[in-house]
């Protein structure tokens, strides 16, 4: 017979021939680690998947409010770059912050700043068409709290997740989810009532994702109420616990050479691309392919536990530059398709076995930091990237361009791999 207390007690029955004896000996195994499911991890997984369904919004929203005012498709990008310019140069302060304030407490603030910019937004396109300068204006606020924001995210899984690796998986898949069905929701709105609705919605997102942050309760850890240094001193801080690790500044020495010729560029080529050759329909179709095979990466990081967890996200890599290389030799829809599936499950699980590595194996009052640096250097090559391709493109052609991603991505894998530290780095 098996009790389960906060022990689990083995019961050994000892019986002689002629069973009239028997006695009992208890023997103490260590408890079962707590259900990822606890009420902080419910709270956080809210929290985030509203937050993505939220962002997901945004460009549809912008599209279809600024298009639908007379103005230009440039200052759509405007004003989604002015998004991006600010939580490329503000995420890095946010992960200082983020250690001197706790990360929850910057995550709240963080959300309860891009709120009242989007209810502006929300009755401002409601009413008619705002400014231009006020669009972009709410748009850099609504970066710089993302900036805020997105530290946090990776210091606070270890603290309610006592299975890092499987959270990861579990968020990577709700994730996914909501960054097909955002999109969607957004046209649903813009087409039954205006882009103001859209913006409502995704303010509400900021309320309910604040709250959420706010229910969660975190037992406080040292670096909590440590003594802070000067904010320049703990911004060198970060880069000295940056550099001190070798898989660390290896991985992302190589991902900014890939964020700026391979994971930059796909996007706005992918774009034209398809569109391009057979109709928006098409590529917002292929878009929600790859969504679901962003979901399925999570769920294989749920099943499967590699010893090596960057080696084996590495070799999941290889399943973009398949996707880059039918796009690039004007293969069927059908082969598109298929390509984009592998491309997002790939990804997918590279980013759930990166992600756990850093947060299992960076000290927690080090996260935020690591994770600023991290999140900064990647999106800056990307930007790059993505400013670069059209003209390039133009001169080479747009097929050239993703032939040379494809090659450029193995050899990204291959560079991952053959790097000791990184090849080697065990799973925590």
């Avoid at 890939?258 to 109709?279: E, F, I, K, N, R």
Wanted: glycine fraction near 12%; charge should be positive.
């Amino acid at each position: 017979m098996v009790v389960q207390t906060s022990y689990w007690y083995l019961f050994v029955s000892v019986t002689d021939n002629t069973y009239k004896s028997e006695a009992a000996e208890r023997i103490p195994v260590p408890a079962e680690p707590p259900a990822l499911w606890n009420r902080n991890f419910r709270l956080f997984f809210v929290a985030r998947a509203v937050a993505v369904f939220g962002e997901g919004m945004v460009p549809v929203a912008y599209a279809a409010g600024l298009l639908g005012a007379g103005h230009p498709g440039s200052t759509v990008g405007y004003a989604l770059g002015g998004w991006t310019a600010a939580f490329a140069l503000f995420v890095l302060f946010g992960g200082v912050l983020a250690d001197r304030f706790t990360a929850r407490r910057m995550m709240i603030l963080a959300d309860l700043l891009r709120l009242p910019g989007a209810a502006v937004l929300a009755v401002s396109f409601t009413l008619g068409s705002p400014p231009l300068w006020a669009v972009y204006a709410l748009s850099v606020l609504s970066g710089i709290g993302a900036a805020l924001f997105q530290p946090g995210v990776a210091s606070t899984i270890p603290r309610i997740a006592p299975d890092v690796q499987r959270a990861n998986a579990v968020l990577r898949v709700v994730e996914a989810l909501m960054v097909m069905a955002g999109p969607a929701a957004a046209g649903l709105l813009v087409a039954l009532w205006n882009a103001g609705a859209a913006f409502a919605v995704n303010g509400a997102t900021f309320a309910v994702s604040a709250l959420c942050l706010a229910l969660m309760r975190l037992a406080p850890i040292p670096s909590d109420t440590a003594r802070r240094d000067s904010f320049g001193a703990e911004l060198a801080g970060g880069w000295r616990e940056f550099r001190s690790r070798s898989w660390l500044w290896g991985v992302i020495s190589i991902w900014t050479v890939y964020g700026l010729t391979v994971a930059g560029p796909m996007v706005p080529l992918t774009a034209s691309l398809v569109t391009g050759d057979h109709g928006s329909a098409t590529y917002g179709v292929l878009m929600a392919i790859n969504g679901a095979g962003s979901a399925v990466g999570g769920l294989l990081a749920l099943r499967l536990r590699p010893r090596r967890p960057l080696a084996a996200g590495a070799v999941a890599l290889l399943g973009l530059p398949v996707n880059l290389f039918l796009l690039g030799t004007d293969a069927s829809v059908g082969l598109l398709g298929a390509g984009q599936l592998i491309g997002g499950a790939g990804f997918a699980f590279w980013l759930v076995m990166w992600s756990t590595a850093v947060q299992t194996h960076v000290p927690q009052e080090a996260l935020n930091r690591m994770h600023a640096y991290d999140v900064a250097g990647s999106l800056l090559m990307m930007g790059v990237g993505r400013t670069l391709s059209g003209p390039v493109a133009a001169a080479v052609g747009t097929e050239r361009v993703l032939l040379a991603g494809a090659g450029v991505a193995v050899c990204v894998v291959a560079a991952l791999l053959v790097v000791r530290p990184i090849r080697t780095l065990p799973r925590v």
